[in-house]
T-cell receptor
Framework: ETGVTQSPTHLIKTRGQQVTLRCSSQSGHNTVSWYQQALGQGPQFIFQYYREEENGRGNFPPRFSGLQFPNYSSELNVNALELDDSALYLC???????????????FGPGTRLTVL | GENVEQHPSTLSVQEGDSAVIKCTYSDSASNYFPWYKQELGKGPQLIIDIRSNVGEKKDQRIAVTLNKTAKHFSLHITETQPEDSAVYFCAASKRGDKIIFGKGTRLHILP
């Protein structure tokens, strides 16, 4: 069984640029959630995708957007990067919302984004 | 919305002693309480979880307890070892909803 993978591992961008982060979910999982983790803080929920549709969004502006593909892999896109966007971006997959009553999620290693 | 408070923010214990981390949550509809361990440069790893229909769960040296009435849940690590040093996060969730994390506890195991 393959776990959650993310790419790239590290990324450096400048303010105003755009970035795309990628995630492959664990085998058999159809739900992907994205989190932002600032240094010294807990992960903050960005949004969740279930069967290619957005299913819930946290308190993040519209310049944070995402996609989920038919194979359940996912992308996180951030436009007009700001210095405060520097963080570890985590992807988590779970078996699915309709199939389970408990939101068990498994995390990838994350992408460290630095905005200069 | 849900809010999860976690204490302490830092905890140092002698190797072999026990460590306890405590959390409270605000939303009585939450039914799932996972605990994650995060090592430097890695993503959070699910180490144990407890569901709202259970008061206690144990897995080798780690145990979790849940008090639904008081909205408290705790992580207990016994016979601590150097490899237990990490940041631990508690979290809460309800069906079909996002996971809300606490701010984390940095656990140091002293030799």
């Amino acid at each position: 069984e393959t776990g959650v993978t993310q790419s790239p591992t590290h990324l450096i961008k400048t303010r105003g640029q755009q970035v795309t982060l990628r995630c492959s979910s664990q085998s058999g999982h159809n739900t992907v959630s994205w989190y932002q983790q600032a240094l010294g803080q807990g992960p903050q929920f960005i949004f969740q995708y279930y069967r290619e549709e957005e299913n819930g969004r946290g308190n993040f502006p519209p310049r944070f957007s995402g996609l989920q593909f038919p194979n359940y892999s996912s992308e996180l896109n951030v436009n007009a990067l700001e210095l405060d966007d520097s963080a570890l971006y985590l992807c988590a997959s779970s078996p699915g919302l309709a199939e389970i009553s408990y939101n068990e999620q498994f995390f990838g290693p994350g992408t460290r984004l630095t905005v200069l | 919305g849900e809010n999860v408070e976690q204490h302490p923010s830092t905890l140092s214990v002698q190797e072999g002693d026990s460590a306890v981390i405590k959390c409270t949550y605000s939303d009585s509809a939450s039914n799932y309480f996972p605990w994650y361990k995060q090592e430097l440069g890695k993503g959070p790893q699910l180490i144990i979880d407890i569901r709202s229909n259970v008061g206690e769960k144990k897995d080798q040296r780690i145990a979790v307890t849940l008090n639904k009435t008081a909205k408290h849940f705790s992580l207990h690590i016994t016979e601590t070892q150097p490899e237990d040093s990490a940041v631990y996060f508690c979290a809460a969730s309800k069906r079909g909803d996002k996971i809300i994390f606490g701010k984390g506890t940095r656990l140091h195991i002293l030799p």
